[in-house]
């Protein structure tokens, strides 16, 4: 059975940092490309960011790109999501995703909910002004 563990979550003032991290089981992690999404109240869930198997291609959405930071320790079954300058507008219970397979080269494609396979059950993350 996989499954995906979000950690790492928290209340942050504004202009802090936080690092999420999501632990899998279940399955082989070096075969799954890995994404972070986000979903904030009465929203919806919203791409963050993807990473593919040997971290050689990473995608971002454009309001994170320059302040948050994907990786993977393969040795550890973790992906990881650095987050920095964090903003209230970053407020959302994040959630990790596992694709399986190869990530797309498509970068629309990596973008959609429908690109993963499995999915954790999120975190909380909240920036206080």
């Known amino acids: 059975q996989v499954q995906l563990v979000e950690s790492g979550g928290g209340l942050v003032q504004a202009g802090g940092s936080l690092r999420l991290s999501c632990t899998a089981s279940?399955?082989?992690?070096?075969?799954?490309?890995m994404g972070w999404f986000r979903q904030a109240p009465g929203k919806d869930r919203d791409f963050v960011a993807a990473?593919?198997?040997?971290?050689?291609?990473?995608y971002y959405a454009d309001s994170v790109k320059g302040r948050f930071t994907i990786s993977r320790d393969n040795a550890k079954n973790t992906v990881y999501l650095q987050m920095n300058i964090l903003k209230p507008e970053d407020t959302a219970i994040y959630y990790c995703?596992?694709?399986?397979?190869?990530?797309?080269?498509?970068?629309?494609?990596?973008?959609?909910?429908?690109?993963?396979?499995?999915w954790g059950q999120g975190t909380q993350v909240t920036v206080s002004s």
């Open positions: 995703a596992a694709r399986v397979g190869g990530l797309s080269y498509n970068s629309a494609s990596v973008g959609r909910e429908s690109h993963y396979t499995y």
């Open positions: 279940g399955r082989t992690f070096s075969s799954d490309a």
């Open positions: 990473i593919s198997r040997n971290s050689g291609r990473t």
